[in-house]
């Protein structure tokens, strides 16, 4: 008999369990739906365009960088992992202090704001610049600081206006 309430309470248990994650599953579903459509709902400014792209490109560069400092805390220096690893390593860190200098010096041109990618091998930049319309003298000048700066040819240069007023 002692057996059997002890199967009885593991029953018990188990059902309560089950219960509390579907309770939980749907509160998920509602409160996820109800995040998303209140971001639906909300007008993307460039200012919010360009805080969040730095954001998430913050976020992606932390992932990355603690995934290869792992990487780099489990070989030892000569390792080919360990080298390659400390290469993207600084790689990355490179394409981000020359982000840093070309947003500065697209500012400096005199755009309000403006977010630029520069892959790790220095192979192409995007530039993301505040404006509704972008003029030929204005990207001129971006292409010329930007080929001075990186050393890319103007076609592997992508300027993207993005238009605040809409």
Same mark, same amino acid.
């Given at each position: 008999m002692a057996?059997?309430?002890?199967?009885?309470k593991?029953?018990i248990?188990?059902s309560a369990?089950v219960l509390?994650?579907?309770?939980t599953?749907?509160f998920?579903?509602?409160?996820?739906?109800? $995040?998303?459509n209140a971001?639906?709902?909300?007008p993307?400014?460039?200012a919010?365009?360009?805080?969040?792209?730095?954001s998430?490109?913050?976020?992606?560069?932390?992932?990355?960088?603690?995934?290869l400092?792992?990487?780099?805390?489990?070989?030892q220096p000569?390792?080919?992992?360990?080298e390659?690893?400390?290469?993207?390593?600084m790689?990355i860190v490179?394409?981000?202090?020359?982000?840093?200098?070309v947003?500065?010096?697209v500012?400096?041109i $005199?755009?309000?704001?403006?977010?630029?990618t520069v892959s790790?091998d220095f192979?192409?930049?995007?530039?993301?610049?505040?404006?509704?319309?972008?003029?030929?003298?204005s990207a001129?000048?971006?292409y010329?600081?930007l080929?001075n700066e990186?050393g890319?040819?103007?076609?592997?240069i992508r300027?993207?206006?993005i238009n605040?007023?809409?």
């Amino acid at each position: 008999m002692a057996k059997t309430l002890s199967n009885k309470k593991k029953i018990i248990v188990m059902s309560a369990l089950v219960l509390l994650l579907a309770v939980t599953a749907v509160f998920n579903f509602v409160l996820a739906d109800t $995040g998303a459509n209140a971001k639906a709902n909300e007008p993307v400014t460039a200012a919010n365009y360009f805080a969040t792209y730095r954001s998430e490109r913050t976020t992606t560069r932390n992932e990355e960088l603690t995934q290869l400092d792992g990487v780099i805390a489990l070989y030892q220096p000569g390792d080919a992992k360990y080298e390659e690893a400390t290469k993207m390593k600084m790689e990355i860190v490179a394409a981000m202090e020359k982000e840093l200098v070309v947003e500065t010096m697209v500012k400096a041109i $005199g755009f309000s704001d403006a977010v630029v990618t520069v892959s790790s091998d220095f192979d192409s930049v995007n530039v993301f610049i505040d404006t509704p319309e972008l003029t030929y003298d204005s990207a001129l000048s971006i292409y010329n600081t930007l080929k001075n700066e990186t050393g890319i040819s103007p076609e592997k240069i992508r300027i993207v206006p993005i238009n605040s007023e809409s």
